[in-house]
């Protein structure tokens, strides 16, 4: 039972985020790339946060660290969705979605082993999480792949929009 309610809420979560990056036209390239800045941020600063934090704070736990990480993580990611806000045009929606589910993989690879243990129990222990982490490397080159070359189009795409459009529009 815990195990449907897991896979429910990560589907959930999974066609939400889809829903968010094509309604309000968010560049998922950059969501990608800011969650990549969040994890090396949170993997360089969550020790010395949660040690500022020790010293107004009298419980000092690992779940104090994982949610440090979270939020430290969560910040680039938040930040880059405001200020990409209709960042993509309509007709590019749909070619959106292809970095968005890089950046839903990355994000389900970061933010899962972080959520608290009796959230995420069912989930971890079952073999599909099991198979999940052993292909993770290739997931990850994958979906950076996948970034990456979007990110490449769209700037040929800009290039040429320059080469052929008049002066004023450059």
């Known amino acids: 039972m815990a195990l449907m309610t897991s896979l429910i809420v990560l589907i959930s979560a999974v066609l939400l985020v889809l829903v968010i990056v094509s309604v309000f036209r968010i560049n998922a390239v950059y969501l990608y790339f800011s969650l990549a800045v ?13 040690s500022l934090l020790a010293l107004f704070s009298s419980s000092n736990t690992s779940s104090h660290l994982s949610n440090v990480k979270l939020i430290i993580l969560a910040i680039p990611v ?35 082993p972080l959520l608290p243990n009796s959230n995420t129990d069912s989930l971890i222990k079952t073999s599909y999480w099991n198979d999940f982490t052993k292909m993770r490397d290739l997931m990850i080159e994958l979906s950076a792949l996948v970034a990456l070359s979007i990110l490449f189009i769209e700037r040929i795409g800009r290039k040429k929009f ?4 008049p002066k004023r529009y450059r």
Do not use: C, Q, W
């Open 38 to 50: 969040g994890y090396v941020l949170a993997s360089t600063l969550s020790g010395d946060t949660n």
């Open 78 to 112: 938040l930040a880059t969705a405001l200020f990409m806000f209709k960042s993509i045009k309509k007709k590019r929606i749909l070619i959106n979605l292809l970095p968005a589910l890089a950046f839903i993989v990355l994000a389900i690879i970061l933010i899962v």
């Open 162 to 165: 320059k080469e052929h459009s």
